[in-house]
């Protein structure tokens, strides 16, 4: 049971209200509640008895429509056919209440929202039964829904037959939830409900967007982020065909055209000067260079369990290796872009975005409107990644609009998205380990320099929070440990890449621990359940793994197998790689992955953890055997798919088998975890297969080569 005021509490914020059958009045829940008025819970019910949810997170691909949708629909009891979803404009009332502001990211979604949405659809109904019961004069005890149906005896009414009189009703004072046996959608395999319009062609993305008197703009950006335009040749510009203006912004040289095609014949004629970047010439030896010197340096202390360094001073056996891992690029398949339309006294943004707030908030501070004159919309995002949590594209359109005053479309090139930067941050970590004479690990020191995700996103701190994402939590039982962070500050722009400091730590502690198990003669897969005797979740999915996976027997493809395990985003994750390698040419092949996860008690929909699952796997396997951004003595180098390959269908794994775990304990994520462990797996194939320790990436064949000489 639960209160009406335990429901605001939890929702923590506001419900929308119907004014006409197409739209929505948005009011606050205090506003509601002040006035007495009648909310609708995010939701409508049309005429035609379909039911409409606005969902406060963005839809990229993960299935979030899908699973919020089901929370209500199973409330609710409605047919899955007449369910659509639709994206919630920005505004405080649709803020996720843990976060603090309207975003969708660190696999949170479904943790954060699938209680307020279960409430949704649980209030909805109880509406109706109050609204049929008054209409009908008919005992609610003698009413029953199903189906999108109410029924009295024989006889059906639909929900939409009662829905404007429940709208003048109170709101219910308490609402119960389904038991799990009374589950119609939650733990089944519900088809996705964003898929027919990708299929059919009518999905909106944000591409998609056109506006009457629309132009189109890019912007010309200088090769490291601290150069700045000092001058350009603007009169040649204006002179070409198409072009309509031209002029400096804060990231660089803003080209509007009548068309896109227009923008894209005068690029190459667009010079400017810019000022001298700090980090002019800084090339991949270099950056290395610097990034392994700054292990030098004494950074903050993130954990310190023990007396790390005493106790491997006065070990026999001890073990010390370095790594270094590449700036990567998030490649969404639609890069950014962004449809701003400014006029004398609104401001109109539609955009594919994870984070409506913050992309409300910069349009106020470009424009100076207050925020009821912002309005934000939602497309549909081709790939996100964290990528576009980062609303500086949406800036820039603001900025070009406003001086334009007409509809700008502004569109990132492959080579300007590159270009523009916020990549995953490169790093170098020192790892060192000592063993007693039993061969137990009892030391880990891990120190790693890396800049600070966090403070590039307006958070900073002394220890931040990504930079040791996965080391200062992790669960291995070890009696001392040293966790100790650098922060590295390059004029370099970073951002929170698909699993963000997981992606990188998983793989040099996962590789480390079996170097480790090597060291004191024991099996991986044994090491491991023993340094996680004290977590049961955590040992769960490395036997399910090892058991599925036929680990210790012949792989099936007769090649080795490599583990790993990692626990982010409130989630366990084992994954056991079975990996041949040609060493004539380096070329590294990943047969199969055999995949346990655990992200708790709840599972709403198997597919969709299945299809993150395998998504995880194979974007972590490109990064680990393909992706890296190369810097030349001008910058960024590689800045398209020919010179920054990824993973294609062909090298993909043949087989991906994912298992899930149920555990206890809260909702755990499913978007990020399952990218961690692979790479980490992968090298651990080599290294107990080939003899191989690979302590860079990407695992290319050059540099697969490199270390079988």
Request: net charge neutral.
């Amino acid at each position: 049971m639960i209160t009406r005021r335990d429901f605001i509490k939890i929702s923590g914020l506001a419900i929308g209200l119907i004014i006409a059958p197409s739209g929505f009045q948005i009011l606050k829940a205090e506003e509601i509640m002040n006035n007495n008025l009648k909310p609708v819970l995010w939701l409508q019910i049309t005429k035609n008895n379909e039911l409409i949810i606005l969902s406060n997170k963005s839809e990229m691909g993960q299935g979030v429509y899908t699973g919020l949708a089901m929370l209500v629909a199973d409330e609710l009891d409605f047919p899955w056919e007449k369910v659509k979803v639709k994206a919630a404009p920005a505004s405080d009332i649709y803020k996720d209440e843990k976060f603090g502001s309207q975003l969708t990211g660190g696999s949170t979604s479904l943790s954060h929202m699938h209680e307020f949405y279960r409430y949704l659809g649980a209030t909805a109904k109880e509406m109706i039964l109050n609204a049929a019961s008054e209409k009908l004069n008919i005992s609610k005890s003698n009413l029953k829904v199903k189906e999108g149906y109410l029924w009295y005896k024989d006889k059906r009414y639909p929900y939409s037959h009662f829905w404007d009189y429940a709208l003048k009703l109170p709101i219910p004072q308490e609402v119960n939830l389904k038991n799990p046996e009374e589950f119609i959608y939650i733990g089944k395999n519900v088809p996705r409900i964003d898929v027919p319009e990708k299929v059919n062609g009518r999905a909106i993305f944000g591409i998609d967007v056109k506006l009457k008197n629309m132009v189109y703009a890019v912007v010309e950006r200088p090769n490291y982020f601290d150069s700045k335009v000092e001058d350009f040749n603007k009169d040649d510009i204006l002179k070409e065909k198409g072009i309509i203006d031209a002029f400096p912004i804060q990231t660089g040289v803003a080209i509007v055209g009548e068309t896109f095609e227009s923008l894209l014949k005068v690029r190459n004629k667009v010079k400017v000067k810019w000022s001298r970047s700090s980090i002019e010439g800084y090339d991949d030896n270099k950056l290395q260079e610097y990034y392994l010197n700054k292990l030098n340096e004494n950074g903050n202390i993130a954990r310190n369990d023990g007396n790390v360094i005493k106790v491997i001073q006065n070990v026999n056996k001890k073990i010390e290796e370095t790594y270094l891992l590449p700036y990567l690029y998030h490649g969404t398949i639609e890069p950014m872009n962004c449809v701003a339309n400014i006029t004398d006294d609104r401001c109109e943004i539609y955009a594919p975005i994870q984070a409506q707030t913050f992309a409300q908030k910069v349009a106020m501070e470009v424009t100076g409107f207050d925020k009821n004159k912002v309005d934000v919309y939602t497309t549909y995002l081709g790939g996100g990644f964290g990528r576009k949590s980062n609303v500086l594209f949406v800036k820039e359109a603001v900025e070009i609009s406003k001086k334009l005053k007409r509809p700008v479309k502004l569109i990132y090139t492959r080579e300007d998205d590159v270009k523009s930067q916020w990549y995953r941050p490169m790093n170098a970590t020192i790892l060192k380990a000592g063993l007693d004479n039993n061969g137990n690990l009892i030391a880990l020191y891990h120190k790693i320099a890396v800049p600070a995700v966090f403070e590039w996103a307006g958070r900073p701190s002394k220890i931040d929070r990504a930079a040791v994402e996965g080391i200062e939590n992790m669960f291995y039982d070890i009696p001392n440990v040293h966790v100790e962070f650098v922060k590295v500050d390059l004029p370099i722009p970073v951002w929170f890449w698909r699993s963000v400091g997981s992606s990188h730590n998983a793989f040099t502690l996962e590789t480390f621990i079996d170097r480790v198990a090597k060291l004191s003669h024991k099996d991986p897969v044994e090491l491991r359940l023993k340094l996680l005797s004290k977590n049961q979740r955590a040992q769960n999915v490395i036997q399910t793994v090892a058991e599925k996976a036929g680990w210790g027997k012949t792989p099936k493809y007769g090649a080795a197998m490599g583990i790993a395990y990692h626990y982010s985003f409130g989630t366990h994750v084992a994954q056991v790689a079975e990996v041949s390698l040609d060493k004539s040419t380096g070329i590294v092949k990943v047969h199969r992955v055999v995949c346990a996860i655990d992200l708790g008690p709840t599972v709403i929909n198997p597919d969709l953890v299945i299809a993150q699952v395998e998504s995880a796997v194979n974007m972590g396997l490109s990064a680990a055997l393909k992706e890296a951004v190369h810097f030349g003595k001008s910058g960024p180098s590689n800045l398209n798919f020919d010179t920054y390959p990824i993973l294609t269908m062909d090298e993909a794994p043949d087989e991906i088998e994912v298992h899930i775990v149920k555990g206890e304990g809260s909702m755990g994520g499913v978007g990020e975890p399952g990218l961690p462990p692979i790479a980490p797996a992968v090298a651990n194939a080599l290294f107990w297969g080939y003899d191989i320790k690979v302590n860079r990436l990407p695992m290319t064949p050059d540099y697969i080569k490199f270390l079988i000489l």
